[in-house]
């Protein structure tokens, strides 16, 4: 069973199109995250929830909402998609604090 | 913030030499220390992390050292293999991960 799944793998889309991101973990983790990597490889934290609470949200444009309906599932929304989105999208979770987070497959976003 | 800097940003060995990739953080309240390597089209997976309380540790051909005075922190590989080839990623937490700029690591046989 994978710990960390997102869905989908691939997204190729228009510039200005809606589209979403859902991950679930099965770990038994409180906090869960996304993370942002550009065509340089560079990590960059975006949003945290601990318990589906927000607990960290970076400058990120207010096109972005995550949601979290549950601690196992925390999901993106992205509005009015733009060429910059174009990346690879990482959740991870882990246990409160500062603990070993796990890492999803990624979402490979694709703005045309 | 936290910023991290990583060095080398490329570092190319031969099959059987040692490796080894440094960081440095800004935020002495920073805690935790974890490394990720991340293979071609694939997730981020930690192989190692040190906590502030610790000056070293070793799993079998990986280390790492932190020095808090210094704030830097460093991954020790020997013996790399082919199979070691991938970005490597320091990152240092105080409340969220931030992560250095990734070192290509190139182990040719």
């Known amino acids: 069973d994978t710990a960390v799944s997102q869905t989908p793998k691939y997204l190729v889309t228009q510039m200005g199109n809606d589209k979403s991101i859902k991950c679930e973990q099965n770990?038994?983790?409180?906090?869960m995250y996304w993370y942002k990597q550009d065509s340089k490889k560079f990590l960059k934290i975006m949003f945290s929830?601990?318990?589906?609470?927000?607990?960290i949200n970076e400058t990120v444009p207010n096109r972005f909402s995550p949601k979290s309906p549950d601690k196992a599932h925390l999901n993106l929304h992205i509005n009015s998609l733009e060429l910059g989105d174009s990346a690879v999208y990482f959740c991870?979770?882990?246990?409160?604090?500062?603990?070993?987070?796990?890492f999803g497959d990624g979402t490979r976003l694709s703005i045309l | 913030g936290e910023n991290v800097e990583q060095h080398p940003s490329t570092l190319s060995v031969q099959e059987g030499d040692s490796a080894v990739i440094k960081c440095t953080y800004s935020?002495?309240?920073?805690?935790?220390f974890p490394w990720y390597k991340q293979e071609l089209g694939k997730r981020p997976q930690l192989i190692i992390d040190?906590?502030?309380?610790?000056g070293e540790k070793k799993d079998q051909r990986i280390a790492v050292t932190l020095n808090k005075t210094a704030k830097h922190f460093s991954l020790h590989i020997t013996e790399t293999q082919p199979e070691d080839s991938a970005v490597y990623f320091c990152?240092?937490?105080?409340?969220?991960?931030?992560f250095g700029k990734g070192t290509t690591l190139s182990v040719s046989s």
């Open positions: 929830y601990n318990n589906k609470e927000l607990i």
């Open positions: 040190i906590r502030s309380n610790v």
């Open positions: 991870a979770s882990s246990q409160v604090g500062d603990q070993p987070q796990h």
């Open positions: 990152a240092a937490s105080r409340t969220a991960l931030i």
């Open positions: 770990l038994g983790h409180d906090t």
């Open positions: 935020d002495s309240a920073s805690n935790y």
